[in-house]
């Protein structure tokens, strides 16, 4: 079993959709979450972050963390066709020099 | 201000060729992070440098693979010979030192647009 699992995709939705991507993992020690947006033939950047479980909101996305379930989802509301990019998530340990691990990331695309 | 800075942005080699990337971390960050994305393995921490002292090279596939970081502002990544199975898309990454004496790892990597290598 892989550390993070992520579903690859495409998921295609229309404009104005409600967007749901999700990751599980099995390391019930990850303690950091994090979603990363990337664009095409871009490096990854920083969307959210959260420190374990809860609800984090900022604007129309919302992160969740379910550490019982070892389950994280990115809700996206009003989607936009510059939303369109693959979205990884990741997570890190509790350590000092603790580094990333991450998803394969899912592509979503948008359209008008 | 400038981001994390790679070159070369893309690369085509015949196997066997040596290729060395580059890499021009934010300043001010003291962690430099090489990672690889392809499409069957996602992104793959390779080695981890903090401070200049690499801290965690078990990503590291082989020997033919090597990296330094002489000073703080830059870093190189270096695989000799070269394969086709090494055609990927090298990433670097930094981050910032902790300001509050608190873990550092709350997430936030720069990274790089990459460099895009082809192997033929």
């Known amino acids: 079993q892989k550390e993070v699992e992520q579903d690859p995709g495409p998921l295609s939705v229309p404009e104005g959709a409600i967007v749901s991507l999700n990751c599980t993992y099995s390391n019930s020690a990850f303690q950091y979450f994090m979603w990363y947006r990337q664009y095409s033939r871009k490096g990854p950047e920083l969307l959210m972050y959260?420190?374990?479980?809860g609800n984090k909101e900022d604007g129309r996305f919302t992160a969740q963390v379910d550490k019982s379930s070892k389950y994280i989802s990115l809700f996206i509301r009003d989607s936009q066709p510059s939303d369109s990019a693959t979205y990884l998530c990741a997570m890190s340990l509790n350590s000092g020099y603790s580094t990333l691990t991450f998803g394969k990331g899912t592509m979503l695309l948008v359209s008008p | 201000d400038a981001g994390v800075i790679q070159s070369p942005r893309h690369e085509v080699t015949e196997m066997g060729q040596e290729v060395t990337l580059r890499c021009k971390p934010i300043s001010g960050h003291n962690s430099l992070f090489w990672y690889r994305q392809t499409m069957m393995r996602g992104l793959e921490l390779l080695i981890y440098?903090?401070?200049?002292?690499?801290?965690?090279d078990s990503g590291m596939p082989e020997d033919r693979f090597s990296a330094k970081m002489p000073n703080a502002s830059f870093s190189t990544l270096k695989i000799q010979p070269s394969e086709p199975r090494d055609s990927a898309v090298y990433f670097c990454a930094s981050s910032p030192p902790s300001t509050s004496g608190i873990k550092r790892d709350t997430g936030e990597l720069f990274f790089g647009e990459g460099s895009r290598l082809t192997v033929l």
């Open positions: 959260t420190y374990s479980s």
């Open positions: 440098f903090n401070n200049n002292v690499p801290i965690d």
